[in-house]
């Protein structure tokens, strides 16, 4: 199976009415259909937002450092973990993956962020061999922009 990269962004908004950026991923159709990615695991990290609610630039650029190092480590060896979704807004960033193990999804994340400072992150783990999740997410594609 092929891991694409191609990304759809759409917008919503959450209970609040806060403006929530959604960068999803398309083509995973194989991966669903494997049925060996069965766990889901969001990763939160809460911040200060800007006036929109959206994170400030280097608050930003912490989570891109955090994502180029933690997504790489799921994904490019085995496959461990596929990141599906980010959802950004109303002060909070949340990563959806979808993995054949919470257990050692978690231990390849305390290994890959060893060396980094302490992120604001929790995590929430939860049984998904549906991808429920996901198939929500990828229903916003039709409010895709350009």
């Known amino acids: 199976m092929k891991l694409s990269d191609k990304w759809f962004t759409a917008l919503s908004e959450d209970e609040e009415g806060h403006l929530i950026t959604i960068y999803g991923r398309e083509e995973l159709s194989e991966f669903r259909a494997c049925g060996k990615l069965k766990e889901r695991v969001e990763i939160s990290w809460p911040y200060e937002g800007d006036a929109s609610g959206m994170p400030t630039e280097a608050e930003a650029e912490r989570m891109e450092t955090f994502e180029q190092t933690v997504r790489p480590a799921m994904e490019k060896k085995d496959k461990l973990a596929i990141l599906t979704a980010v959802y950004t807004g109303g002060g909070n960033r949340i990563w959806v993956f979808y993995?054949?193990?919470?257990?050692?999804?978690?231990?390849?994340?305390?290994?890959?962020?060893?060396?980094?400072?302490?992120?604001?992150?929790?995590?929430?783990?939860?049984?998904?061999?549906?991808?429920?999740?996901?198939?929500?997410?990828?229903?916003?594609r039709h409010w895709a922009v350009d």
């Open 99 to 140: 993995t054949r193990t919470t257990r050692v999804f978690g231990e390849r994340l305390n290994e890959v962020l060893a060396s980094h400072e302490l992120y604001p992150i929790t995590i929430y783990t939860e049984l998904d061999p549906d991808w429920e999740e996901y198939q929500d997410m990828y229903e916003m």
